[in-house]
């Protein structure tokens, strides 16, 4: 481990900035080898603090300092002290001008923080703490300045130099090199500042906001990818006009620009204006992206857009409110995304996502709080709790509140807090003043670690014609948490009566029935029971309706109650959720017992859905079991080959009792244009597929010819690829065959052999592992390149239980091969891939001991980084 052991930073020990930083003007001149950086900072003590000892600290990290001067004179050396984290100047006036130079060297940036060079690019990343790579800086987001940037570089080969607001200069420069200047009125933390050098394509469109500004929209791509830019630009005029109308907000600048570069260590970033994005998440045609990737580039677009104000307009004070605007910005994504196709299967996936990747986070060695109270490294804190379970929050509070109230709040929150930079506790404030709710316990939710397990059991009283709900919640002990509150939680149920019609949720000591339908109901002790009236039969509860607070239910609804609730309940996503219990209990009992047998009121059950004259993309998803890793989840030690056989044999029961009907559907979808995105299309394709795969794994030799001509058709890559994995899951010669092809076809475009090289990571085989070994040494492989690294290692760590968790400990000793061998290039990338390993703890002792030994093994040989050194010493206490 390293030498020194990276300081603890705490909330508790917040300060507001002794100093302020009012301007700033920065001067580049670009190259890749070396780039100068000449700062100017309008400094000011802040009068808000009271004096401390005169001396004034700011960040750096990797800077050759060249010059320094304060108020125009040059620092002698005994004026300052340089250290490897920053600058300190031992005596500072009330008020000065600080001049410096810094070299740097983009080239040499592996790490993707910075200034940084992506092919022929060179471009930023400041969030969360990049400025201080490119000069010495207050690099906290409560201190925010008017920025004016000039970019001097070499004219032919980066014709293009973009930054943060407006240009306001341009000159050519007689050496061939240019100059331009750019401005940003608005006041900003030092993390969304960003620049662009390069050779890049400009796709240009206009937006006139809704109080007739025109507004310049433009992307940037390599050159010769200009057209496959539409979505994206189409996207983001959806997102600004949405953001208008739901919440009444509009843009700011007269210029609102996106770049997409090849290499990027997350999948896009809000710089003000000037939206930097990994290009996976930009670039789409039907050729060369699936319906899942242009799903993500709108969601993506508009989440950047969004932050405008959730982030920029009013920003957050410390790293600690991290969820206050990322937790914030994905519900507004979301409920855009919702939008855009249908509501119920927008919730589906969202709760499918927070299910596999944030309820697992918080039951395990890093489970933290929305809020987290301390941190090693705040790169490690960009998850799914601060990401997901942070959009749940806000959604509870929208719940509660009601629409109106909720957009009462968020008006009272752009109002007061524009142009600061603001805490959590601020925005529940503004929610409460707007809606005179007390959401004192609510609160809770930001404090406590774990996913509450919220028990329901239900009782129907024939005589008095009243049925109780009894509910129960607990909160499991977390890392350093063991005492736990009960929490404020919206529960939304509706009540069914026998022919499946909604009744009225009438509680009792209300004078009268309300309308029959949704209801939601306030839980705020540990044990609490409803009483509702008039119902002369005992009713079918349909329970935490469109997933109403982010909990692990556990319901005592019968099968029965639940195969009903699957064809009758009138919510969509409460269908799905009744289709995900039966399958879930019917594959935990086949884990059990593989002989157990799929009974024949379940396999009709689903034939109905199939056939229902329902949404397409909405019944996909209902005839979609939970995953392998839900599966996990679920048991108190993971059975790594009990979950994959029983998942196998559930596909391949499902695929023969139901073959008729999923040719049918085949044959029924098959004719759906290519190259349409309508959300018809997109569902078609959807069910299409899984009609495919269902037949595959029944082995049915009319599915296997209707793959191959799927796959040969190659005009659209959802369906290509899905008939791709499909042959590679079932292996032999079509597979290869298929592969080869498909890397011809394709070698010339990184995004799609990124996916090429993911199907084979992700291949249930036994030769898996070693075909991931060999794919490391494949041309096309680039450890520089985190979506390369991703579609391989990441793939198979993640997506591939079988095979990451062989039992003789192959694939985790992989895995700490890659991540000991990324550390020292990109170590944000190393702890992200590192994850897989954490969780040891939830499967048998063999396994824990081999996974351990792995992390043992990285913390000796590498955690040099505070990114690696935090995830293993958490795992490993
Ligand atoms: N704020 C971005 C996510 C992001 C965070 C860190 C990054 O680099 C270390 C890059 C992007 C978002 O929420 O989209
Ligand atoms: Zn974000």
């Known amino acids: 481990m390293s030498e020194t052991s990276p300081q603890l930073i705490r909330l508790a020990d917040y300060r507001p900035p002794e100093f302020l930083i009012d301007a700033v003007e920065l001067c580049f001149e670009l190259d890749p080898e070396h780039t100068e950086v000449s700062a100017r900072l309008s400094i000011r003590r802040n009068p808000a603090v009271g004096q401390a000892n005169g001396s004034l600290r700011l960040a750096g990290e990797g ?40 070299a740097i060297h983009p080239a040499r940036n592996t790490a ?56 306001i200069e341009r000159a050519e420069l007689p050496d061939g090199r240019h100059r331009v200047t750019w401005e940003d009125p608005f006041p900003k933390p030092c993390y969304l500042f960003a620049l662009v050098a390069g050779d890049l394509e400009c796709v240009e469109d206009r937006f006139v906001t809704a109080s007739e500004r025109e507004v310049r929209l433009q992307i940037y791509v390599e050159p010769q990818k200009g057209e496959r830019c539409a979505h994206a630009m189409q996207s983001l005029k959806q997102a600004m006009r949405w953001d208008e109308v739901r919440f009444g907000r509009e843009y700011d600048l007269d210029v609102f620009m996106i770049v997409a570069v090849s290499h990027f260590n997350m999948g896009a970033m809000e710089n003000k204006g000037l939206n930097l994005f990994n290009d996976r998440y930009v670039l789409a045609s039907p050729q060369t992206a699936t319906d899942e990737d242009f799903a993500h580039i709108a969601a993506i677009v508009a989440h950047e857009y969004f932050h405008n104000w959730t982030g920029n307009r009013i920003t957050c004070r410390d790293w600690f409110q991290l969820s206050l605007k990322e937790g914030l910005t994905v519900y507004r994504e979301q409920e855009f995304a919702a939008g855009l196709f249908s509501p119920s299967v927008q919730r589906i996936r969202d709760v499918r996502f927070l299910r596999a990747q944030q309820f697992p986070e918080d039951a395990g060695p890093l489970a933290h709080p929305v809020r987290p109270d301390s941190y090693l490294e705040i790169n490690n804190f960009y998850t799914a709790t601060v990401y997901e379970k942070g959009a749940e929050l806000i959604r509870m509070q929208a719940t509660l509140l009601g629409p109106e109230s909720f957009r009462r709040g ?41 996913t509450p397990e919220l028990s329901i059991w239900g009782g129907y009283d024939p005589t008095a014609q009243t049925y109780t709900l009894h509910v129960r919640q607990f909160i499991p002990p977390t890392p350093g948490q063991l005492v736990k509150h009960p929490l404020h939680l919206p529960l939304a149920i509706g009540l069914l009566g026998e022919d499946g019609r909604e009744l009225p949720v009438w509680l009792a000591g209300e004078p009268e029935p309300p309308a029959a339908g949704t209801r939601v109901l306030e839980v705020t002790e540990s044990e609490q029971h409803f009483v509702f009236v008039g119902l002369d039969a005992r009713p079918v509860p349909s329970l935490l309706r469109g997933f109403s ?50 009974p024949a009121e379940f396999i009709e059950a689903f034939r109905h859905a199939l056939r229902a004259k329902a949404d397409p993309a909405l019944i996909a998803e209902v005839l979609t079991p939970p995953s392998e890793e839900e599966l996990g989840e679920q048991m108190a030690v993971i059975d790594v080959e009990g979950i994959h056989r029983a998942h196998r044999l559930f596909g391949t029961e499902l695929g023969r009792h139901l073959r008729e009907d999923w040719i049918a559907v085949y044959r029924d979808n098959a004719e759906a244009d290519p190259s349409v995105l309508t959300p018809e299309a997109v569902g078609r394709r959807a069910l299409n597929n899984l009609a495919l795969a269902y037949l595959m794994r029944a082995g049915n030799p009319e599915g296997l010819e209707l793959c191959r001509m799927q796959f040969g058709k190659g005009r659209n890559l959802t369906d290509v690829l899905a008939a791709l994995r499909l042959l590679v899951e079932r292996g032999g010669d079509d597979a290869e065959a298929a592969l080869a092809e498909f890397y011809r076809r394709w070698s010339h475009e990184p995004l799609v052999i990124d996916k090429w090289f993911a199907v084979q990571a992700t291949a249930p085989h036994r030769e898996t592992l070693v075909r991931v070994v060999t794919l490391l040494h494949h041309p096309a492989y680039d450890p520089g390149n985190p979506n390369r690294v991703r579609s391989l290692i990441g793939a198979f760590a993640a997506h591939n239980p079988i095979c990451f968790h062989a039992a003789d400990g192959a694939g985790y000793c992989l895995l700490a091969d890659q991540v000991l061998q990324l550390e020292p290039l990109n170590p944000q990338l190393a702890a992200r891939l590192l994850k897989p390993l954490i969780r040891w703890r939830r499967f048998d002792p063999q396994r824990q001991a081999l996974m351990r030994a792995e992390l043992v093994r990285i913390s000796k040989q590498g955690a040099r980084s505070p990114d690696v050194f935090e995830l293993v010493s958490k795992a490993c206490s």
Not at 428 to 450: H, I, K, N, P, T
Request: glycine content about 6%; charged content about 30%.
């Open 549 to 598: 607070a982010p909990v692990k239910l556990k319901d005592d609804l019968t099968e029965s109650d639940r195969l009903f609730l699957l064809a009758h309940d009138p919510d969509g996503f409460g269908r799905w959720e009744a289709g995900q219990g039966l399958m879930q209990d019917l594959l935990l009992r086949l884990v059990a017992d593989p002989k157990a047998s799929l």
């Open 63 to 102: 800077l050759e300092l060249l010059a320094l001067a304060l108020d125009g004179q040059p620092l002698p050396p005994d004026a300052y002290r340089l250290d490897e984290q920053g600058l300190t100047l031992w005596q500072v006036p009330e008020r000065f001008r600080l001049d410096s130079r810094v």
């Open 410 to 450: 968020m008006d009272l929150y752009f109002a007061r807090h524009d142009g600061q930079a603001v805490t959590i506790e601020d925005f529940v404030r503004c929610m409460e003043e707007a809606s005179g709710r007390d959401l004192g316990q609510f609160r809770r939710w930001y404090e406590q670690a774990g």
């Open 112 to 167: 993707l923080e910075g200034l940084y060079q992506s092919k022929d690019i060179l471009c930023t990343q400041c969030e969360a703490e990049g400025f201080r790579r490119i000069s010495f800086f207050l690099d906290r987001p409560d201190v925010l300045a008017r920025y004016r940037t000039t970019l001097i570089a070499d004219r032919k080969r980066f014709p293009v130099l973009l930054a943060n607001g407006n240009p």
